[in-house]
């Protein structure tokens, strides 16, 4: 059971907005910790997507948004394409734990 | 460009001990703060452990603290994984990650993982 809740998949056509959710709590998102996001392609290391909130690194796609507020964040693909279905996953830091919290990974299915 | 390389892993009985490495070039590692994180087959990401950029701070969560050790050679530019006591549940892929610089303590994100090394406790 992860700290941070995410659907376990999503599925989008090139040309629709696919939104992923990340649901946490007053001791991560809701304190105000940033939230993070990763995208695994098959077989695959990790790739930083999205940093504090809001954020695309060099290189990411504008199709790629995040967004946060309250307790939950969500990331967003504007147009989804072939090379998008991968995992994703959210990332936060909690207090109560004292370390950094990921979520449970969504895959998304481009059709 | 960043490189993280890990190496170690393989197929060990429970209860025994395996040594990981990730030897880092293309950044001065010296600087940054490093973690590892696993992931078992088919399943989510769980950091293991974190160490600060000279060594002094090491975290580790319930899980792994007491069994596992993380350390640095910043001569070598090569951060350890040092794991003890191993477990059915220690199977997983090991990735390294490098924490990026950022201005809050709170503030943690990864911009560099290593293509990870595999892990098996069995019997």
């Known amino acids: 059971q992860s700290v941070l809740t995410q659907p376990p998949s999503v599925s989008g056509a090139p040309g629709q907005r696919v939104t992923i959710s990340c649901t946490g709590s007053?001791?991560?998102?809701?304190?105000?910790?940033?939230v993070h996001w990763y995208q695994q392609l098959p077989g695959t290391a990790p790739k930083l997507l999205i940093y504090?909130?809001?954020n695309r690194p060099s290189g990411v796609p504008d199709r790629f948004s995040g967004s946060k507020s309250g307790t939950s964040a969500s990331l967003a693909i504007t147009g989804p394409q072939a090379e998008d279905e991968a995992e994703y996953y959210c990332?936060?830091?909690?207090?109560?734990?004292?370390?950094?919290?990921f979520g449970g990974g969504t895959s998304l299915t481009v059709l | 460009q960043v490189q993280l390389v890990e190496s170690g892993g393989g197929v060990v009985q429970p209860g025994r001990s395996l040594r990981l490495s990730c030897a880092a070039s293309?950044?001065?590692?010296?600087?940054?703060?490093m973690y590892w994180v696993r992931q078992a087959p088919g399943k989510g990401l769980e950091w293991v452990a974190l160490?600060?950029?000279?060594?002094?701070?090491?975290f580790y969560p319930d899980s792994v603290r007491g069994r596992f050790t993380i350390s640095r050679d910043n001569s070598k530019n090569t951060l350890y994984l040092q794991m003890n006591s191993l477990r059915a549940e220690d199977t997983a892929l090991y990735y390294c990650?490098?924490?990026?610089?950022?201005?809050?303590?709170?503030?943690?994100?990864?911009?560099?993982w290593g293509q990870g090394t595999l892990v098996t406790v069995s019997s």
């Open positions: 990650a490098r924490r990026e610089k950022t201005t809050s303590l709170w503030e943690i994100y990864f911009d560099s």
């Open positions: 293309g950044f001065t590692f010296s600087s940054y703060a």
């Open positions: 160490i600060s950029y000279d060594g002094s701070t090491k």
């Open positions: 007053s001791s991560n998102i809701g304190a105000g910790y940033d």
């Open positions: 504090s909130n809001s």
């Open positions: 990332q936060s830091y909690d207090s109560s734990l004292s370390g950094v919290v």
